[in-house]
């Protein structure tokens, strides 16, 4: 099964290149292309836009024929070699200052990454974002790049589960479409799609009397559009309306919650979607539990584990490709590196002969090492071969700094040690909001005795202490080696397979299972 991006990406980008009414005939078959070419032909769909993208001379249409191969790739599920031509398409959009298109690609590219779990990647492109849109001249698309952007951070925080902040990336993303109004094509579909997303963050915050104004509305606006059985938006309005009369236990009855889910269910289908299929295989499982029908409650909790697992597993899968293209990508500019380095040597050996020997094996002795090679195998030995005690010392914010004390620093100094003795970090829902809570203080405090006492964010603090108990326990705790790293990541408090390698590859150099099998073969020697 192939799987897609949710609705608050997947409705932007089927639309975005539709929203102007001066285009190109090039651009129009573009747009037809991937609205309806797309659907019923995907070979053709391949074919027609490479073809758009070798034979016309407007860069404007070849930076956008890129990004719909690269959406084409999205549909498919191919995360790197959609990336691979949105890169592409960044690179050509960057030298011809093409601000518009350049928002749309750094959102796409953030996307992407954030659909996988890479939230750092995912901001370093929605950054990008801010910095190019007051560029953009015309201010139709400056608007719309600004709702763009919005729209995208609002799924963003979404993914993160901080859904007052996603709240509020709609509210600005609602601000900037008023000023564009129903002047823009498929304005219901757009309107749609901001009210579904303000449903799905009011319903996770259990603000249900918000959340159903939401879905309604959004259903007002949908409804006024032909041709919308199939619209994804439709089944998350579907789903999220049944969850709620379901919740509510109102008027409504078990036929009409079931008709709803189901409905939903089929747009989940159609759409091959399994973001949507998860909600409702979710939602059904609950709502069969609550009034004790078992056997189906069996049926769709085993179908809503199945999918979670599959789709953990991809991603997982996904990111490992990912950087493995990444390390071929580096590993192609370091022999291309050689290469010119070889050429200049010869070139200098000619011209100066002994005087230039000296200036370049001078200079090469002053340039650090570019890989890091060194630096992370002598980590990697010290934490294989190191004393427990020592351990510590590897890890930013494991240990504390000898700053003298404030008296009113000392009931969170307190607070965290007994966080960091009962291994609290252990559990992957904590956040320094639910510690702030729990303390009965605030996260300024909390930061600001993390900054003085440990050096660090909180965020680091958190990743770092996990990875010092996944080193701990795969040095000592002999059966822990024998985990799957998902596993492994989920004991040691991480959310993903992915998150886990990542931070652990980013920290000590190299990926957790090499780690595993290093301590093996040394315990072999």
């Not at 601000?175 to 996770?204: D, F, P, R, T, W």
């Not at 409804?223 to 439709?234: D, G, P, R």
């Not at 979670?308 to 071929?328: H, S, Y």
């Not at 605030?442 to 990743?463: A, C």
């Amino acid at each position: 099964m192939k799987e897609k991006r949710n609705l608050g990406i997947l409705i932007i980008l089927l639309l975005c290149s539709l929203s102007y009414a001066q285009v190109s005939k090039s651009e129009k078959l573009l747009a037809t292309i991937l609205t309806e070419v797309r659907a019923v032909n995907k070979e053709r769909a391949f074919f027609l836009v490479d073809s758009i993208y070798k034979n016309e001379p407007d860069v404007h249409v070849k930076i956008h024929a890129l990004f719909i191969h690269a959406y084409l790739y999205h549909d498919e599920f191919d995360i790197p070699t959609s990336l691979q031509f949105a890169f592409q398409a960044i690179d050509l959009a960057e030298k011809n200052k093409s601000y518009k298109w350049l928002s749309r690609l750094y959102g796409f590219a953030g996307a992407e990454y954030s659909r996988l779990g890479l939230f750092n990647e995912a901001l370093q492109y929605f950054d990008k974002i801010e910095a190019v849109i007051p560029k953009i001249a015309d201010e139709h698309d400056r608007n719309f790049s600004y709702f763009y952007y919005h729209h995208l951070l609002s799924a963003y925080y979404y993914e993160q589960k901080n859904y007052n902040e996603a709240l509020q990336s709609i509210q600005r993303a609602e601000s900037y479409i008023a000023k564009i109004g129903e002047a823009l094509i498929h304005y219901n579909h757009y309107m749609c799609s901001v009210e579904q997303n303000k449903g799905i963050n009011y319903l996770e915050l259990k603000q249900y009397d918000k959340a159903k104004k939401a879905y309604q509305k959004g259903y007002e606006y949908i409804s006024k559009e032909e041709n919308t059985e199939e619209f994804l938006a439709l089944g998350y309005i579907y789903a999220g309306l049944a969850r709620l009369d379901a919740l509510e236990q109102n008027s409504a009855n078990a036929e009409q919650i079931l008709a709803a889910y189901h409905k939903a269910l089929h747009i989940a289908n159609v759409n091959d979607n399994r973001d949507l299929k998860e909600i409702c295989d979710d939602y059904l499982r609950a709502y069969y539990e609550s009034i004790g029908d078992w056997e189906n409650y069996s049926l769709y909790n085993k179908a809503y584990l199945k999918e979670r697992q599959e789709k953990e597993e991809f991603r997982a899968k996904t990111v490992n490709e990912l950087l493995a293209k990444q390390q071929l990508y580096q590993a192609k500019i370091v022999d291309k590196n050689k290469k010119y380095l070889v050429v200049i040597v010869s070139f200098l050996l000619v011209l100066l002969v002994a005087p230039g020997i000296y200036f370049i094996v001078k200079r090469k002795r002053k340039q650090p090492n570019s890989t890091g090679e060194g630096t992370s195998t002598a980590l990697v030995e010290k934490l294989a071969l190191g004393k427990e005690s020592e351990l510590a010392q590897f890890f930013i914010g494991v240990s504390w700094y000898a700053e003298p004390v404030k008296e009113s620093e000392q009931a969170i100094i307190r607070a965290l040690t007994h966080f960091e003795v009962e291994k609290g970090f252990l559990d992957s829902t904590v956040t320094i909001d639910t510690l702030a809570e729990a303390w009965q203080t605030t996260v300024f405090e909390i930061s600001q005795v993390l900054k003085k006492h440990k050096q660090v964010e909180f965020k680091v603090y958190l990743t770092q202490w996990r990875l010092f108990e996944s080193v701990k326990i795969m040095r000592f705790e002999r059966e822990y080696r024998d985990y799957k790293i998902s596993h492994l990541a989920e004991v040691v408090g991480f959310g993903s397979h992915s998150s886990f390698s990542i931070e652990f590859k980013k920290s000590i150099g190299v990926n957790p299972s090499f780690f595993i099998q290093y301590l093996e073969e040394i315990e072999k020697k």
